[in-house]
T-cell receptor
Framework: DGGITQSPKYLFRKEGQNVTLSCEQNLNHDAMYWYRQDPGQGLRLIYYSQIVNDFQKGDIAEGYSVSREKKESFPLTVTSAQKNPTAFYLC????????????FGPGTRLTVL | AQKVTQAQTEISVVEKEDVTLDCVYETRDTTYYLFWYKQPPSGELVFLIRRNSFDEQNEISGRYSWNFQKSTSSFNFTITASQVVDSAVYFCALSEYSTGFQKLVFGTGTRLLVSP
């Protein structure tokens, strides 16, 4: 089955702790993305990567970091510098020649206690 | 900058009613793409349609239909004979060219509740 997996589904963390969200795809897509979704709001782009070992900031990158060491994987770290990290996080991927046609994972709901 | 407006925050209908979800967009691009996504309670975004700005023909797919009107910058989505399984949040999105790639600009979504 081809698709995108995100783990865990639910994540709880204490204030001041860093936490890493996993995103894996087996669609052989070059491009991958991280979005944040807050209640009543649309998705906002955090980071994206078009190729291994390269990534770019999106609209709300502050307090987040990413890595892209493998084509299949694009983990997102929510650092303690992120002022309001409680949100739903969605990972997506696409072909490099069709970056607007993105396929989404099931998401991770992060709650800061 | 590009913008997508979904003015309807929440719509409630009874099963078998028809319902239209509105989407109005702003863009300076002459070529762009419009999208609709469905987000069921499970959270995953499900792709519904991608429409090129040069193609203004209405599209129908089963109970779903889309009305694209460039003159009013609208891309509305109609569900005919709604069903409980249609309950979800629906997002309209617009492609925007940004530093070498086409990124998606999302509206705030419309929550559709279909009751039996």
């Amino acid at each position: 089955d081809g698709g995108i997996t995100q783990s865990p589904k639910y994540l709880f963390r204490k204030e001041g702790q860093n936490v890493t969200l996993s995103c894996e795809q087996n669609l052989n897509h070059d491009a991958m993305y991280w979005y944040r979704q807050d209640p009543g709001q649309g998705l906002r782009l955090i980071y994206y990567s078009q190729i291994v070992n390269d990534f770019q900031k999106g609209d709300i990158a502050e307090g987040y970091s990413v890595s892209r060491e493998k084509k299949e994987s694009f983990p997102l770290t929510v650092t303690s510098a992120q002022k309001n990290p409680t949100a739903f996080y969605l990972c997506a991927s696409s072909l490099i020649e069709a970056t607007d046609t993105q396929y989404f994972g099931p998401g991770t709901r992060l709650t800061v206690l | 900058a590009q913008k997508v407006t979904q003015a309807q925050t929440e719509i409630s209908v009874v099963e078998k009613e028809d319902v239209t979800l509105d989407c109005v967009y702003e863009t300076r691009d002459t070529t762009y793409y419009l999208f609709w996504y469905k987000q069921p309670p499970s959270g995953e975004l499900v792709f519904l349609i991608r429409r090129n700005s040069f193609d203004e023909q209405n599209e129908i797919s089963g109970r779903y239909s889309w009305n694209f009107q460039k003159s009013t910058s609208s891309f509305n989505f109609t569900i005919t004979a709604s069903q409980v399984v249609d309950s979800a949040v629906y997002f309209c999105a617009l492609s925007e060219y940004s530093t070498g790639f086409q990124k998606l600009v999302f509206g705030t979504g419309t929550r559709l509740l279909v009751s039996p």
